[in-house]
């Protein structure tokens, strides 16, 4: 296969799968064939095919899980009026929550607790692991074996993030209401539902209340940090940390 063709079977791809395409997975289409194209190969390809659309309304990005094709974001807001659905709303608490456990993971829910002031709502951790953007990743070596939570490689893909090092200082951070492009993005600052709300009264909720994690950088030691954890590894399996 001549390098013109494969940009276009890679385009082809890049269009169609509504998802990041891994390397490999671009190899694998063309295992069995003659002159299948090595790794080196597909990504001189995914390369031409970012250069083609250097001046469209597309472009090619690289998140944790690959490839994919995906609108600039200068458009995106002017799209987004073509779908009759109203967007996802998540609520400040949220945000704080999952911003928490993406720059000082793992921790426990009582670290994030201890951090921001007030209790973390059930529903604010449903929400974030049915949405794939965290899971549970081991367990602290303390009484009741707290849960500790990280972020997942899908979080990395929804907020167009390479890898953890992509997240921006947490010092730039200096209000969650409106995180900076390359964080959350696509994710409306505005009240949530019941669901993600806290109690009445707490902090949180108050109108123009601070947030708290700007002053807590992601070195800075949890409350049990001397408790040795237990995590677990690819397969299932625990390993002591």
């Known amino acids: 296969m001549n390098p013109d063709e494969l940009v276009q079977y890679v385009e082809?791809?890049?269009?169609?799968?509504?998802?990041?395409?891994?390397?490999?997975?671009?190899?694998?289409?063309?295992?069995?064939?003659?002159?299948?194209?090595?790794?080196?190969?597909?990504?001189?390809?995914?390369?031409?095919?970012?250069?083609?659309?250097?001046?469209?309304?597309?472009?090619?990005?690289?998140?944790?899980?690959?490839?994919?094709?995906?609108?600039?974001k200068e458009y995106s807001q002017a799209i987004a009026a073509l779908w009759q659905e109203r967007p996802v709303r998540y609520s400040r608490a949220l945000l704080e929550t999952l911003a928490l456990i993406a720059y000082r993971q793992p921790i426990s829910r009582g670290e994030i607790e201890e951090v921001r002031g007030v209790s973390v709502s059930s529903s604010i951790m449903k929400t974030l692991v049915e949405r794939e953007w965290v899971r549970v990743v081991g367990h602290r070596e303390a009484p009741g074996r707290p849960a500790l939570f990280g972020t997942t490689r899908h979080f990395l893909d929804t907020f167009n993030l390479g890898s953890l090092e992509s997240l921006p200082p947490l010092a730039d951070l200096k209000d969650l209401e409106e995180p900076p492009p390359d964080l959350f993005t696509g994710m409306a600052e505005v009240p949530a539902d019941d669901a993600d709300k806290e109690s009445p009264g707490t902090e949180a909720d108050s109108p123009g209340a601070d947030v708290r994690v700007e002053a807590h950088t992601p070195d800075t030691a949890a409350p049990d940090a001397a408790a040795p954890i237990r995590e677990t590894d690819a397969y299932g399996g625990e390993r002591s940390g």
């Open 12 to 72: 082809a791809a890049l269009l169609c799968a509504g998802r990041p395409v891994a390397v490999d997975e671009f190899v694998t289409m063309f295992e069995g064939g003659d002159d299948a194209p090595d790794r080196s190969a597909v990504r001189d390809a995914i390369a031409a095919v970012a250069e083609r659309w250097r001046d469209r309304a597309m472009e090619v990005t690289e998140v944790a899980s690959g490839f994919r094709a995906q609108i600039r």
